[in-house]
């Protein structure tokens, strides 16, 4: 026995000595049982090795799976990955050489937004689960096909969008608030989410001998290599993201949408501002923006630039009774310190988390693996938050007022706003059909 547990073996050995001499073991001398990682006995391939890509690579190793392929473009960072985990994952430069092995039980896609569709559509295809970094979409449109192909394909898929389950529960705890109706009927939600950055122009130069460019942009259009499009700063540009908007705001909009009870639902009418700086060559997002969203109930969502001290990379929310701060460093609000004295029903959190506890996004994936159940970040309420996120880039970039028709997911009355739903992809990186 080490540091007072009994290992699985020592426990078996334990109970057959008991058996043996015609005795049960009574339940208050049973010696404690380690419990087996979520992830024991999964293997699996990740796709993209930057900050992210090795971050929830990491997680899954650290919850027992065993890393077994790297498909990588950038053939320096695919390498330093494979030797920081022990050398024994196959490094592929062409990802499709992991769907062809019949060994690996889920893929993690944590590429640049404009590949997550495509990867993940045939990652399904061959029968594998999937856990792929947020924001899930470049189109709207995508969200409705990654939609319709988990149902029809029946695999977990989690989506990295870690503010549900992490960080202290602090998110979940906002939610419950409100539900559970501390703060009345909720009026307005403002997510603080930063400017991005402004920058170019910039030249266009032989690509470096270690990065397939071509295969980098993949579904996106051929244009000549910069430093400055490739790795973390594609997210400046609306060939591969949406910008700050789907980036960060992500994040918030989809604990602002869990907390209005609208996350099969969206907003009825989007407006929006941005700021553009139009330099050829340059980053072509919006650096400042503020967004209005109405929902049908009368509540607004705001996603704004603000980054000043009250509203600190968070969530702003109001109600009738009262508001509340939530972020990834702290939860305050007058309906936060009640919770001493009337504190929340003890299931409330599990129930946001679907029986499951809380506190690591990649073993609530494995468990859900495991029981075949749906993970917490589930596509279809990452596509409704996702899409109003593409919503407010389409009022953005058209300068109008989009109204948004629930039911059907259609844009009402602009047929050059709902063309903006979907986009082409070239030829050899068409998305499965």
Request: hydrophobic fraction near 35%.
């Amino acid at each position: 026995m080490i540091n007072g547990r009994y290992t699985r073996r020592q426990f078996s050995r334990t109970s057959a000595a008991f058996a043996g001499i015609g005795l049960t073991v009574p339940y208050w001398c049973l010696p404690t049982v380690e419990a087996e990682p979520a992830g024991a006995g999964m293997r699996f391939a990740v796709i993209g090795t930057g900050y992210r890509g090795t971050t929830v690579a990491d997680s899954a190793i650290a919850n027992g799976a065993s890393l077994v392929a790297i498909a990588e473009t950038d053939s320096l960072r695919g390498e330093a990955y494979k030797q920081k985990t022990g050398g024994a994952a196959v490094l592929y430069g062409d990802y499709r050489r992991i769907l062809d092995r019949k060994d690996i039980d889920f893929v993690a896609i944590c590429t640049p937004d404009h590949w997550h569709t495509k990867m993940s559509l045939e990652t399904m295809q061959v029968g594998k689960d999937v856990y792929c970094e947020k924001p899930l979409t470049l189109t709207i449109d995508e969200g409705k096909l990654l939609r319709e192909a988990v149902k029809r394909s029946g695999r977990v898929f989690q989506v990295g969008t870690q503010q549900r389950t992490e960080f202290g529960s602090m998110f979940l705890k906002a939610v419950a608030l409100c539900h559970a109706g501390r703060l009345g009927k909720i009026q307005r939600i403002t997510c603080a989410i930063g400017a991005a950055a402004t920058g170019g122009p910039f030249r266009e130069q032989e690509p470096p001998t270690y990065l397939d460019w071509d295969r980098w942009l993949g579904p996106a259009p051929k244009v000549g290599y910069m430093p400055e499009r490739a790795h973390y700063m594609f997210r400046y540009w609306y060939d591969y993201s949406g910008g700050q908007v789907t980036d960060w705001g992500v994040h918030h909009v989809d604990i602002a949408t869990w907390a209005l009870g609208a996350s099969n639902s969206g907003p009825t009418t989007i407006e929006a501002k941005g700021d553009f700086q139009d330099i050829p060559h340059g980053y072509e997002v919006a650096s400042r923006f503020q967004i209005k969203c109405t929902y049908s109930s009368g509540a607004e969502l705001w996603v704004v630039d603000d980054k000043s001290p009250e509203f600190d990379n968070g969530l702003m929310i109001e109600g009738t009774q009262g508001r509340i701060f939530v972020n990834r460093g702290k939860l305050t609000g007058t309906a936060v310190e009640d919770l001493q004295d009337h504190p929340l029903p003890d299931d409330a959190i599990m129930k946001l988390c679907k029986g499951k506890q809380p506190g690591d996004h990649m073993r609530n994936f494995m468990e859900c693996i495991k029981d075949r159940g749906e993970p917490v970040s589930d596509v279809a309420s990452h596509h409704r938050s996702v899409t109003t996120c593409h919503l407010a880039n389409i009022a953005m970039r058209l300068g109008r007022v989009v109204r948004w028709d629930d039911a059907s997911e259609q844009i009402v009355g602009d047929d050059e706003a709902n063309a903006w739903q979907k986009r082409e992809q070239r030829a050899q990186y068409k998305f499965p059909v």
